[in-house]
């Protein structure tokens, strides 16, 4: 079974660019995360996607920070524009939407962004 | 709102010994699950082991097992004879009940482990 897959792996931008990260969920997972990994903490939750309405963003930073999952399965995370501070790892998951083992996420290896 | 702490930000164990990585949490659900995720190094995080709340028994993975103190509100994570490969960071998370929940994930333990 394919895992949760992410593009791009890493990516360099200076502040005020805009960059876009990918989502490819495993199949049948209805339910979609994207979470923010700042270096030294756990992961936080930014958005996440029950099929392909937002079942909750109360954490994303809606000024410079957009995510849509189209068709209920790929989704894509944008940040326009970039501050030094969104410096992270984003980390895409996915899980089942009822029982699923338990309520279990699958994570992506994560897109490495750093902001000059 | 939940919360997740974990006191250890650093551990260091010897090949073959055993390690306790601690984890407390706070909810006023009943209703819940807990977890340990594990993340090596610029590599995917994945599921060391998970426990559900109305489970009075400590869930074991082979290696792994959970000392989970309800009314302590504490869940830690032992790791016998440990091996090259447990090194990592480890994560505990916190997820309530009901399929749509979403993890709420303590700072983490670094874990290194040597020869």
């Known amino acids: 079974e394919a895992g949760v897959a992410q593009s791009p792996r890493y990516k360099i931008i200076e502040k005020r660019q805009s960059v876009a990260f990918w989502c490819n969920p495993i199949s049948g997972h209805a339910t979609l995360y994207w979470y923010q990994q700042i270096l030294g903490q756990g992961p936080k939750l930014l958005i996440q996607?029950?099929?392909?309405?937002?079942?909750?963003d109360s954490q994303l930073p809606k000024d410079r920070f957009s995510a849509e999952r189209l068709k209920g399965v790929d989704s894509t995370l944008k940040i326009q524009p970039a501050k030094l501070e969104d410096s992270a790892v984003y980390l895409c998951?996915?899980?089942?939407?009822?029982?699923?083992?338990?309520?279990?996420?699958?994570f992506g290896e994560g897109s490495r962004l750093t902001v000059l | 709102a939940q919360t997740v702490t974990q006191s250890q930000p650093e551990m260091s164990v010897q090949e073959a010994e055993t390690v306790t990585l601690s984890c407390t949490y706070d909810t006023s659900e009943s209703d819940y699950y807990l977890f340990w995720y594990k993340q090596p190094p610029s590599r995917q995080m994945i599921l060391v082991i998970r426990?559900?709340?109305?489970?009075?028994q400590n869930a074991t993975e082979n290696r792994f097992s959970v000392n989970f103190q309800k009314a302590a509100k504490s869940f830690s994570l032992k790791i016998s004879d440990s091996q090259l490969g447990d090194a990592a960071m480890y994560f505990c998370?916190?997820?309530?009940?009901?399929?749509?929940?979403?993890?709420?994930f303590g700072k983490g333990t670094k874990l290194s482990v040597k020869p």
């Open positions: 998370a916190y997820r309530s009940g009901g399929s749509q929940g979403n993890l709420i």
């Open positions: 996607f029950q099929n392909n309405g937002v079942v909750d």
């Open positions: 426990q559900e709340a109305y489970k009075q």
């Open positions: 998951a996915s899980s089942l939407v009822w029982g699923g083992l338990g309520g279990e996420l699958f």
